[in-house]
């Protein structure tokens, strides 16, 4: 199997090569975790968290100057103004209170519409007007807005060209972020490996496709959105639902291979997932359970069915732990009524109460906070911006792209280009050999006038393909 992108000792090149800033991890990381590499995702048994994944200071021992993002929020609230002019706020999230540090996936799970996206929002500093906040989010104890290349976001809507191939896709990309001293034999080796990775090694030179054309599918459409944030392997990682979209073979690779970089790099990773099978589960660090934008736990993945169960909400045999969580607190549906090992079986919105009362017993919320005292006093010089490409670079690989881009799309291109010869013979055809009298000056005057005005009502049929230009300019990570 071809090795990764960090794998170090065992691959023909070193990820040390590649980032000079991970030198420094790839030194420190211990030898049966370098080595390996992590394994391709065609048909590679991984091991589960207890063997592959173990917890991050057995894998990532930072140091004073480097010691990671440890990233920690309290008492977090996010309202929203309603939807009628003068109407009250709506709480979406209140009083949430967490931590995520180098080396750990913490997965952020509930009920449709709980708050899971906001929350991650939040935490990325990517709240959208009119969404006001309150609430402490510190990076190593201080307030910080990370520096390009140290955070990245894989969102819900992949945003991509949908006339790219998956190659193009992540070589521009690699073009773009990755340090401008970089070899360009490098990027497309370091941007070949990260794809082989996310197993999409057999759809390298599929179109990625769009509302018009068909391509790639939407699950793999995820994970071309997550190799192109992993390019720059930042230090601090949000993905909204990274395996909505999968079936359980490839949600378990994906967050398998993420866990895995998470841990021998000691990358931060935030993840809202919505409904994980029992393997993917195993995979995370810490869960937040949300409900209905309270805290129902916020601790070890492997301590939520204990909670549950202490709580009075024992998981029935063979079910999975995420689906019981999820359905026990989800009071959509009322006539959901909830299995308890009380006298009584209860209704989802009890439940809700019982276990956030449960919660805020010392036993559980004053582990978060004693956890939370100790990461803000790691401190660490603040985040560098890293090294990328030269504005020259950007300009042409822009440039290209774009022309790539234009040329594909028959209905910006082609078709325009078809409707613009029609006019020239048009007018050509109407004013030929007008001829150098006085009234030559009008028809001359006419023929600038009509070309001018059409020439700029066709530059609006280039209104999409701006748009999504200006989609994908955004969802790239922001200098
Ligand atoms: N800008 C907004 N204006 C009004 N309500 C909003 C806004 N943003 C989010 N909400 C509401 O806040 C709640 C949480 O939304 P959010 O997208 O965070 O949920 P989620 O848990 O990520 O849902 P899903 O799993 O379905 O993606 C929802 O009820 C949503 O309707």
Same mark, same amino acid.
């Given at each position: 199997?071809?090795?990764?992108?960090?794998?170090?000792?065992?691959?023909?090149?070193?990820?040390?090569?590649?980032?000079?800033?991970?030198?420094?991890?790839?030194?420190?990381?211990?030898? =049966?975790?370098?080595?390996?590499?992590?394994?391709?995702?065609?048909?590679?048994?991984?091991? !589960?968290?207890?063997?592959?994944?173990?917890?991050?200071?057995?894998?990532? +021992?930072?140091?004073?100057?480097?010691?990671?993002?440890?990233?920690?929020?309290?008492?977090?609230?996010?309202?929203?103004?309603?939807?009628?002019? =003068?109407?009250?706020?709506?709480?979406?999230? /209140?009083?949430?209170?967490?931590?995520?540090?180098?080396?750990?996936?913490? +997965?952020?799970?509930?009920?449709?519409? $709980?708050?899971?996206?906001?929350?991650?929002?939040?935490?990325?500093?990517?709240?959208?007007?009119?969404? &006001?906040?309150?609430?402490?989010?510190?990076?190593?104890?201080?307030?910080?807005?990370?520096?390009?290349?140290?955070?990245?976001?894989?969102?819900?809507?992949?945003?991509?060209?949908?006339?790219? /191939?998956?190659?193009?896709?992540?070589?521009?990309?690699?073009?773009?972020?990755?340090? =401008?001293?970089?070899?360009?034999?490098?990027?497309?080796? #370091?941007?070949?490996?990260?794809?082989?990775?996310?197993?999409?090694?057999?759809?390298?030179? &599929?179109?990625?496709?769009?509302?018009?054309?068909?391509?790639?599918?939407?699950?793999?459409?995820?994970?071309?959105?997550?190799?192109?944030?992993?390019?720059?392997?930042?230090?601090?990682?949000?993905?909204?639902?990274?395996?909505?979209?999968?079936?359980?073979?490839?949600?378990? #690779?994906?967050?398998?291979?993420?866990?895995?970089?998470?841990?021998? @790099?000691?990358?931060?990773?935030?993840?809202?997932?919505?409904?994980? %099978?029992? *393997?993917?589960?195993?995979?995370?660090?810490?869960? %937040?359970?949300?409900?209905?934008?309270?805290?129902?736990?916020?601790? !070890?993945? /492997?301590?939520?069915?204990?909670?549950?169960?202490?709580?009075?909400?024992? $998981?029935?045999?063979?079910?999975?732990? /995420?689906?019981?969580?999820?359905?026990?607190?989800?009071?959509?549906?009322?006539?959901?009524?909830? @299995?308890?090992?009380? +006298?009584?079986?209860?209704?989802?919105?009890?439940?809700?109460?019982?276990?956030?009362?449960?919660?805020?017993?010392?036993?559980?919320?004053?582990?978060?906070? *004693?956890?939370?005292? @100790?990461?803000?006093?790691?401190?660490?010089?603040?985040?560098?911006?890293?090294?990328?490409?030269?504005?020259?670079?950007?300009?042409?690989?822009?440039?290209?792209?774009?022309?790539?881009?234009? #040329?594909? *799309?028959?209905?910006?291109?082609?078709?325009?280009?078809?409707?613009?010869?029609?006019?020239?013979? %048009?007018?050509?055809?109407?004013?030929?050999?007008?001829?150098?009298?006085?009234?030559?000056?009008?028809?001359?005057? @006419?023929?600038?006038?009509?070309?001018?005005?059409?020439?700029?009502?066709?530059?609006? =049929?280039?209104?999409?393909?701006?748009?999504?230009?200006?989609?994908?300019?955004?969802?790239?990570?922001?200098?």
């Amino acid at each position: 199997a071809r090795t990764g992108s960090g794998g170090g000792g065992g691959a023909g090149w070193s990820l040390g090569r590649i980032f000079p800033w991970a030198s420094a991890w790839q030194r420190r990381a211990p030898a =049966g975790v370098d080595g390996r590499g992590p394994a391709g995702f065609d048909g590679v048994e991984v091991a !589960p968290r207890t063997a592959a994944v173990a917890p991050a200071p057995a894998r990532w +021992a930072g140091t004073d100057e480097d010691p990671g993002v440890f990233l920690t929020w309290e008492d977090v609230c996010v309202m929203v103004a309603g939807a009628a002019y =003068g109407a009250q706020p709506v709480s979406i999230l /209140s009083g949430i209170t967490g931590h995520a540090g180098p080396g750990e996936v913490l +997965a952020i799970m509930g009920p449709s519409g $709980c708050g899971k996206t906001t929350l991650l929002d939040t935490l990325a500093g990517r709240l959208g007007p009119g969404i &006001t906040e309150t609430g402490s989010i510190l990076i190593n104890g201080r307030r910080e807005k990370l520096a390009f290349g140290t955070s990245a976001y894989v969102t819900q809507d992949s945003v991509l060209m949908s006339t790219m /191939s998956v190659r193009e896709a992540i070589y521009y990309s690699a073009q773009l972020q990755l340090p =401008g001293t970089m070899p360009a034999a490098e990027k497309r080796a #370091h941007a070949d490996a990260v794809i082989r990775e996310m197993g999409l090694g057999d759809a390298m030179d &599929t179109r990625i496709g769009g509302r018009m054309t068909k391509g790639i599918s939407g699950g793999q459409r995820k994970r071309v959105t997550i190799c192109v944030e992993m390019l720059t392997r930042p230090r601090l990682l949000f993905l909204d639902e990274p395996t909505s979209g999968l079936d359980s073979a490839a949600s378990y #690779h994906v967050m398998s291979h993420i866990a895995r970089v998470a841990a021998r @790099e000691g990358m931060t990773v935030v993840a809202a997932v919505h409904q994980p %099978c029992g *393997d993917v589960f195993d995979l995370f660090h810490r869960l %937040c359970l949300l409900a209905y934008g309270r805290t129902i736990f916020f601790g !070890p993945a /492997s301590g939520a069915t204990q909670f549950f169960t202490e709580s009075g909400f024992p $998981c029935p045999p063979l079910r999975n732990p /995420s689906d019981h969580f999820l359905r026990t607190i989800n009071k959509d549906f009322d006539e959901e009524i909830v @299995e308890s090992s009380k +006298a009584r079986r209860k209704t989802a919105a009890e439940a809700i109460e019982i276990l956030t009362d449960a919660y805020q017993s010392p036993a559980y919320s004053e582990k978060t906070m *004693d956890r939370i005292a @100790e990461m803000k006093g790691i401190g660490g010089a603040p985040f560098r911006k890293r090294e990328q490409a030269s504005f020259s670079t950007k300009l042409f690989v822009l440039t290209r792209r774009s022309f790539v881009n234009m #040329h594909r *799309d028959i209905g910006y291109y082609w078709m325009r280009l078809g409707v613009y010869l029609g006019i020239g013979i %048009c007018l050509g055809t109407i004013f030929y050999q007008v001829g150098h009298s006085y009234s030559s000056i009008q028809a001359r005057c @006419e023929v600038i006038m009509y070309t001018t005005a059409l020439l700029t009502f066709m530059a609006i =049929g280039g209104f999409p393909s701006f748009v999504e230009d200006v989609k994908v300019a955004f969802s790239l990570p922001s200098d």
